[in-house]
């Protein structure tokens, strides 16, 4: 009995890691064509390294591997939680690095909504929009720190 809950279990965990490597590639093809919208911009290279770094960050390593979805799949709730997710986990150490990673995901998804249409544009703009909530809530989370090495 314990070995087909096993062999499920890797069944699922295959399954698992197929979603995932597909929505990698996916990723990979996005970030290749934001890169070419951005070059178009004329914007310099250090700004689009710093927006593709950024946008790499949400959709390869939150959005594929903690929520295993696209990013033309997601809606106001999921965006605002991984602006809350790098909070919690100090992915940043400045509330600067934070509103610029809320800027280029709202980049990017101006860019992607011109190319698919997203169904959830008006609540990702309006997640994207709340840039000063977000940098209080970091804000908070360093005034907590700073308590706690006194």
Same mark, same amino acid.
């Given at each position: 009995?314990?070995?087909?809950?096993?062999?499920?279990?890797?069944?699922?965990?295959?399954?698992?890691?197929?979603? #995932?490597?597909?929505? $990698?590639?996916? %990723? !990979?093809? =996005?970030?290749? $064509?934001?890169?070419?919208? &951005?070059?178009?911009?004329? =914007?310099?290279?250090?700004? !689009? /390294?710093?927006?593709?770094? %950024?946008?790499?960050? #949400?959709?390869?390593?939150?959005?594929?591997?903690?929520?295993?979805?696209?990013? $033309?799949?997601?809606?106001? #709730?999921? =965006?605002? @939680?991984?602006?809350?997710?790098?909070?919690? /986990?100090? !992915?940043?150490? @400045?509330?600067?690095? &934070? &509103?610029? @990673?809320?800027?280029?995901? #709202? +980049?990017?998804?101006?860019?992607?909504?011109?190319?698919?249409?997203?169904?959830?544009?008006?609540?990702?703009?309006?997640?994207?929009? *709340? /840039?000063?909530?977000?940098?209080?809530?970091? $804000?908070?989370?360093? *005034?907590? +720190?700073?308590?706690?090495?006194?």
């Amino acid at each position: 009995m314990r070995e087909i809950h096993i062999t499920g279990e890797r069944r699922d965990e295959g399954r698992t890691m197929e979603k #995932y490597e597909k929505i $990698q590639k996916e %990723n !990979i093809a =996005l970030l290749h $064509q934001f890169e070419e919208y &951005l070059l178009r911009k004329n =914007l310099s290279k250090k700004t !689009i /390294k710093k927006h593709l770094n %950024n946008v790499e960050l #949400y959709i390869n390593d939150y959005l594929a591997i903690d929520e295993e979805e696209s990013p $033309q799949d997601i809606d106001r #709730y999921t =965006l605002e @939680t991984f602006f809350r997710w790098c909070i919690d /986990k100090w !992915i940043f150490n @400045t509330v600067s690095e &934070l &509103l610029s @990673t809320i800027f280029s995901v #709202y +980049l990017f998804y101006e860019w992607l909504n011109e190319n698919k249409h997203i169904a959830h544009i008006d609540e990702i703009r309006e997640a994207c929009a *709340k /840039k000063d909530y977000f940098a209080k809530k970091f $804000q908070s989370h360093e *005034k907590l +720190l700073e308590r706690n090495d006194s």
